[in-house]
């Protein structure tokens, strides 16, 4: 069955970096893309960006270009995603979806809380 | 960015009872809408994609229709395991944008 699991929660200080992962098995890694999207506590989820897993190419929201770097290495079928210069707002948590049809996500991974505190 | 409005932001309903929440887009998405629900402490489950597709494994009496601004999700009879927050989701244009939510609770 298909699965998306994601490395543990994380506690960075502003200005930090956070890099997350998410592995997936069940199905062919390279036949999907993968979304990234977070979700701030008691608000709807929020589109980060998308890689291709098998070119590598990706796509970045214009509010994140330039902070966050989506990765993939296909030996373990895993995505990454980091984020630099956290800042109290980027406090959420944080999901690797796979792209179904009509680029609906199909799959979620558990979610990764990412926590950003002095 | 397109902006998603959903209605209404809350709503409590019966077992048994239709409930109808709608989402409006402020451009043209096509058909390329989603819906998905949310348990507490769980990631969204997808329900319909592409306005009307039923996933997978999601109960027919989940229904999705519209196209182009205006979309619906109807659900035809209300069961005790549908409480969660609804959210839509337009995959038109990037940045793939969500609503803000409809939070639906049993009576």
């Known amino acids: 069955q298909v699965q998306l699991v994601q490395s543990g929660a994380e506690v960075k200080k502003p200005g930090a970096s956070v890099k997350i992962s998410c592995q997936a098995s069940g199905y062919t890694f390279t036949d999907y893309l993968m979304h990234w999207l977070r979700q701030a506590p008691g608000q709807g989820p929020e589109w980060m960006g998308m890689?291709?897993?098998?070119?590598?190419?990706?796509t970045y929201a214009q509010k994140f270009q330039g902070r966050v770097t989506m990765t993939r290495d296909t030996s373990t079928n895993t995505v990454y995603m980091d984020v630099t210069s956290l800042t109290s707002e980027d406090t959420a948590i944080y999901y690797c979806t796979r792209e179904g049809v009509a680029v609906a996500g199909d799959y979620w991974g558990q979610g990764t809380l990412v926590t950003v505190s002095s | 960015d397109i902006q998603m409005t959903q209605s209404p932001s809350s709503l409590s309903a019966s077992v048994g009872d239709r409930v109808t929440i709608t989402c409006r887009a402020s451009?043209?998405?096509?058909?390329?809408l989603n819906w998905y629900c949310q348990k507490p402490g769980q990631a969204p489950k997808l329900l319909i994609y592409a306005s009307y597709s039923l996933q997978s494994g999601v109960p027919p009496r989940f229904r999705g229709s519209g196209f182009g601004t205006d979309f619906t999700l109807t659900i035809s009879s209300l069961q005790p395991e549908d409480f969660g927050t609804y959210f839509c989701q337009q995959s038109y244009f990037t940045p793939y944008t969500f609503g803000q939510g409809t939070k639906l609770e049993i009576k």
């Open positions: 890689i291709h897993p098998d070119r590598g190419t990706t």
């Open positions: 451009q043209d998405v096509n058909k390329y």
